[in-house]
């Protein structure tokens, strides 16, 4: 006799989250390809700089979402749920090149066109790239978590975080060693995606108290800061979604959140 299907609660502090880091992307975006960060100087780049490292956690939270929300104990992945994810992102990837071309044609041109048909061939979309990889291997990656011990999985986040989150932030001042780009890559996704099925698996979220993780966040917040503002070289170093800081932030973040008790009234 089959087993009654339990059915799933949905996780309202996390679609919290997603809006607050939806947010934080606007900021960052604003700061740096908007020329906030480029053009401010003095106590402008110093409110501007805390700004940004607040808000740059937004995309490995992202991430970290995507593991702790797609692992599940049963095999019922459907890659037939990528179209959820392209048609979206094709609707506004035609829909914009249409308009600069109705608006200003001179800066839209035949090649720009084609491309707009083919949002994951080109780099436009990077995080699009990298999550078509990803997504394409979350079963295999789900059957990998399962089949590991709880204190198997701690040691693989372990040797994820040491090689390449603490090794390569400090390692990149010098090169790009293991040639992740930074975070710009579906490498990292992957990481940050076992990172999140972690924190479900283990119930990571539950093991601290929230205020231990806000204190932690705090901390990463204020050595980024410092480091950006008073560090003689290599000022960015910890500016990066690979960063020690800034993964310990959207670590924090994604346990915050999923433990806050939220109705979907609250976020509608």
Known sequence: MKEPITKVKRNYGIDMLRLVAMFFVVICHVLGHGGVMKNATGYNYSVSSLLQIVAYCAVNCYAIISG???????????????????IPVFF?????????????????????????????????YWYVNAYTALFFLIPWINRLIQNITEKELNRLIFVLFMFFSV????????????????????????????????????????????????????ICIAATWLWET???????????????????????????????????????
């Open 68 to 86: 702790y929300v797609g692992y599940k104990e049963e095999d019922n992945y459907h890659y037939t749920k990528y179209l959820k994810f392209w």
């Open 92 to 124: 506004y990837s035609v829909g914009i090149t249409i308009i600069f071309y109705v608006i200003n044609s001179g800066s839209v041109g035949i090649k720009e066109i084609i491309w707009a048909f083919f949002p994951v061939t080109t780099y436009e």
């Open 167 to 218: 090794y390569l932030t400090f390692s990149t001042w010098f090169a790009d060693t293991f040639t992740l780009g930074g975070g710009y890559d579906f490498a990292w996704l992957i990481i940050l995606y076992i990172a999140g099925a972690w924190i479900k698996k283990n119930k990571i979220n539950e093991k601290w108290r929230v205020s231990f993780w806000i204190t932690m966040i705090t």
């Open 230 to 268: 008073f560090a003689p070289v290599a000022k960015r170093l910890f500016v990066s979604y690979i960063s020690v800081t800034i993964v310990l932030m959207a670590v924090g973040m994604v346990a915050i959140f999923s433990r806050l008790q939220l109705s979907s009234r609250m976020i509608s």
